[in-house]
């Protein structure tokens, strides 16, 4: 968004607050401060806080230097303060500098308070949020069909086995053994999936003998299926499991962890060899527990899971809970479908944290080398999960698994993601506390004095056999993902920019661009914007992998 674009926004209907703010603005000092703002503007829905133009219309540019050089502390504090995760970006209009807070929505269902209230914009004012909106808001919610009474089951209808897990679970997750001799129509009741001595559907669900889950509610089942190839129509194995989900789920992954069917990739590290199956325990349990947390049991469809020798696929009916896309899976703060069922799991440490879930499912796939888990197969009648099986970087798992075997710490599922991104060229989505979480465990390094680029640290590219950078002219990566775009292609800067949004800016462009076009890697032809870039006459026959060895190479020998 420009400067132009900004001030033809309209306040209410755009969603966006105007502040001179020329030297510097209140960051939680009363209602009208950063802290204020983004409360408000996150409970209508999110929006804008600019500052550096003038707040009466028609607005006019005045410049600010509020947050100055701070910018990515303002994202850290924000966040630790509301976890919001706001987005700065700097725009200048003739040397005047206009600060643009870009303000999430707020989760679905949930309000967001700033000491202690819940806040709305009112005209100029930031007041207390009216009853109305408030009760708009918290009706957002889906209804939690797990909560509800099942009419019709009594205690005699819960599987025993599946009743002593429970108990085992939950006495071991709250490190309280005495849990154990408790009386089950008392766990029940504690675990609110019996009320008034009623069972609820979670309690069929996850407890209930399979017999009376066939007569009460028969979509609660797994269907697995195994095929040799991905694009044949028929199974050429089939089951389904009926048992309570406490101990179904144990019966799902056996099914998945066939010898035959989960092979194992050892991987050489020197002296070490790790070992990295077809299929992660963790991260399939995990996608199984999430389906049940979050499907719709109103519709009569099962949870289905189809393996393949590379490829496993999760089903489970109804799409994404309100207020969650792909393009927002990672950050959302949702609530479960049925929460209550997602409760239980928690508290029998089946699942860490409610939430929580998609983010151990990328950071466990990444960490293994392997691409990204992909839900693009999703629509609003299911949710598609699929993860291949092939490591796509030998050498991203071992400078993972390095880390943890020479620090004993395990990396958050946020800094798992950020070291991926990190790779990939991209730190856009990454949250500046995490940048630094990681530069002070000597996983990423600062190459560019702006502190906006980063790359993975050196031994992360001594384990994969390349440099990093190349002298003091090149970072190994950029020239890689410059080189990518123009393979096969005759591109204009602005057309690169788009392409590479995620892992070069325009200014690094135009750094880069003149650089290759001396040490005759790529050329050029036009005047001007009408300027186009291709790749180098020597260089054009050769595959993508040839391309980079080669023009690597030649770098090298010029800078090193």
């Given at each position: 968004?420009?400067?132009?674009e900004?001030?033809?926004?309209?306040?209410?209907?755009?969603?966006?607050?105007f502040?001179?703010?020329?030297?510097q603005?209140?960051?939680?000092?009363?209602?009208k401060?950063?802290?204020?703002?983004?409360?408000?503007?996150?409970?209508?829905?999110?929006?804008?806080?600019?500052?550096g133009?003038?707040?009466?219309?028609?607005?006019e540019v005045?410049?600010?230097?509020?947050?100055?050089?701070?910018?990515?502390?303002?994202?850290?504090d924000?966040?630790?303060?509301?976890?919001?995760?706001?987005?700065?970006?700097?725009?200048?209009?003739?040397?005047?500098?206009?600060?643009?807070i870009?303000?999430?929505?707020?989760?679905?269902?949930?309000?967001?308070?700033?000491?202690?209230?819940?806040?709305?914009?009112?005209?100029?004012?930031?007041?207390?949020?009216?009853?109305?909106?408030?009760?708009?808001?918290?009706?957002?919610?889906?209804?939690?069909?797990?909560?509800?009474?099942?009419e019709?089951?009594?205690?005699?209808?819960?599987?025993?086995?599946?009743?002593?897990?429970?108990?085992?679970?939950?006495?071991?997750?709250?490190?309280?053994?005495?849990?154990?001799?408790?009386?089950?129509?008392?766990?029940?009741?504690?675990?609110?999936?019996?009320?008034?001595?009623?069972?609820?559907?979670?309690?069929?669900?996850?407890?209930?003998?399979?017999?009376?889950?066939?007569?009460?509610?028969?979509?609660?089942?797994?269907?697995?299926?195994?095929?040799?190839?991905?694009?044949?129509?028929?199974?050429?194995?089939?089951?389904?499991?009926?048992?309570?989900?406490?101990?179904?789920i144990?019966?799902?992954?056996?099914?998945?962890?066939?010898?035959t069917?989960?092979?194992?990739?050892?991987?050489?590290?020197?002296?070490?060899?790790y070992?990295?199956?077809?299929f992660?325990?963790?991260?399939?349990?995990?996608?199984?527990?999430?389906?049940?947390?979050?499907?719709?049991?109103?519709?009569?469809?099962?949870?289905?899971?189809?393996?393949?020798?590379?490829?496993?696929?999760?089903?489970?009916?109804?799409?994404?809970?309100?207020g969650?896309?792909?393009?927002?899976?990672?950050?959302?703060?949702?609530t479960?479908?049925?929460?209550?069922?997602?409760?239980?799991?928690?508290?029998?440490?089946l699942?860490?944290?409610?939430?929580?879930?998609?983010?151990?499912?990328?950071?466990?796939?990444?960490?293994e080398?392997k691409?990204k888990?992909?839900?693009?197969?999703?629509?609003?009648?299911?949710?598609?999960?699929?993860?291949?099986?092939?490591?796509?970087?030998?050498?991203?798992?071992?400078?993972?698994?390095?880390?943890?075997?020479?620090?004993?710490?395990?990396?958050?599922?946020?800094?798992v993601?950020?070291?991926?991104?990190?790779?990939?060229?991209?730190?856009?989505?990454?949250?500046?506390?995490?940048?630094?979480?990681?530069?002070?465990?000597?996983?990423?390094?600062?190459?560019?004095?702006?502190?906006?680029?980063?790359?993975?640290?050196?031994?992360?590219?001594?384990?994969?056999?390349?440099?990093?950078?190349?002298?003091?002219?090149?970072i190994?990566?950029?020239?890689?993902?410059?080189?990518?775009?123009?393979?096969?292609?005759?591109?204009?800067?602005?057309?690169?920019?788009?392409?590479?949004?995620?892992?070069?800016?325009?200014?690094?462009?135009?750094?880069?661009?003149?650089?290759?076009?001396?040490?005759?890697?790529?050329?050029?032809?036009?005047?001007?914007?009408?300027?186009?870039?291709?790749?180098?006459?020597?260089?054009?026959?050769?595959?993508?992998?040839?391309?980079?060895?080669?023009?690597?190479?030649?770098?090298?020998?010029?800078?090193?």
């Amino acid at each position: 968004m420009t400067v132009q674009e900004l001030i033809h926004l309209r306040e209410s209907e755009d969603k966006v607050e105007f502040k001179q703010a020329k030297t510097q603005y209140a960051y939680n000092s009363g209602r009208k401060s950063v802290l204020g703002y983004v409360s408000a503007i996150a409970n209508e829905g999110g929006g804008y806080l600019v500052f550096g133009i003038k707040e009466a219309s028609p607005h006019e540019v005045c410049g600010s230097q509020a947050f100055e050089g701070k910018e990515g502390k303002l994202e850290q504090d924000v966040y630790r303060d509301l976890k919001v995760r706001i987005k700065t970006e700097t725009l200048f209009d003739n040397e005047k500098r206009v600060l643009v807070i870009k303000i999430p929505s707020r989760p679905v269902g949930k309000v967001l308070y700033f000491e202690d209230v819940p806040l709305m914009r009112v005209g100029e004012s930031l007041t207390r949020m009216s009853d109305e909106m408030y009760h708009s808001i918290i009706q957002e919610q889906e209804p939690d069909f797990s909560a509800t009474i099942c009419e019709g089951p009594t205690f005699e209808d819960l599987d025993k086995k599946a009743v002593e897990t429970m108990k085992i679970l939950y006495a071991d997750k709250q490190k309280n053994p005495s849990f154990l001799q408790i009386r089950d129509e008392r766990m029940l009741s504690d675990l609110q999936l019996a009320i008034n001595g009623k069972l609820t559907y979670a309690a069929l669900i996850l407890l209930g003998k399979s017999d009376t889950i066939d007569r009460y509610l028969p979509q609660s089942r797994i269907i697995w299926e195994y095929r040799n190839t991905e694009t044949q129509i028929h199974y050429d194995r089939r089951q389904t499991i009926t048992e309570p989900f406490i101990t179904g789920i144990d019966s799902a992954w056996n099914l998945i962890d066939q010898p035959t069917l989960n092979l194992n990739h050892p991987i050489q590290a020197g002296l070490v060899v790790y070992n990295i199956y077809d299929f992660n325990r963790e991260v399939v349990r995990e996608s199984i527990l999430n389906s049940y947390a979050h499907r719709d049991y109103t519709l009569t469809s099962d949870v289905v899971i189809k393996q393949y020798p590379q490829m496993i696929e999760i089903i489970n009916p109804g799409g994404f809970p309100k207020g969650v896309s792909i393009d927002n899976i990672l950050t959302v703060s949702s609530t479960p479908r049925n929460k209550l069922i997602a409760d239980v799991l928690e508290k029998t440490g089946l699942v860490e944290r409610s939430g929580q879930g998609v983010d151990k499912i990328y950071s466990e796939t990444l960490a293994e080398g392997k691409q990204k888990p992909d839900y693009t197969r999703t629509n609003p009648y299911q949710v598609t999960l699929r993860i291949r099986t092939q490591i796509a970087d030998e050498s991203f798992a071992v400078f993972i698994r390095q880390y943890r075997n020479r620090t004993n710490h395990i990396l958050s599922a946020e800094q798992v993601i950020a070291l991926s991104e990190i790779r990939n060229g991209n730190i856009i989505n990454i949250h500046f506390e995490t940048i630094e979480q990681l530069k002070q465990a000597g996983l990423v390094k600062n190459v560019e004095r702006s502190g906006l680029k980063y790359i993975l640290s050196d031994d992360y590219f001594r384990i994969a056999n390349k440099p990093s950078k190349i002298g003091e002219q090149y970072i190994a990566g950029d020239v890689e993902h410059i080189l990518l775009s123009l393979q096969g292609n005759k591109k204009r800067i602005s057309d690169m920019e788009q392409d590479l949004s995620d892992s070069l800016t325009r200014n690094q462009l135009k750094n880069l661009l003149p650089k290759l076009l001396k040490d005759e890697i790529i050329t050029s032809e036009g005047q001007g914007r009408g300027t186009s870039y291709s790749i180098a006459s020597k260089y054009v026959h050769l595959n993508s992998d040839q391309m980079l060895v080669s023009v690597i190479s030649d770098l090298k020998k010029k800078y090193e």
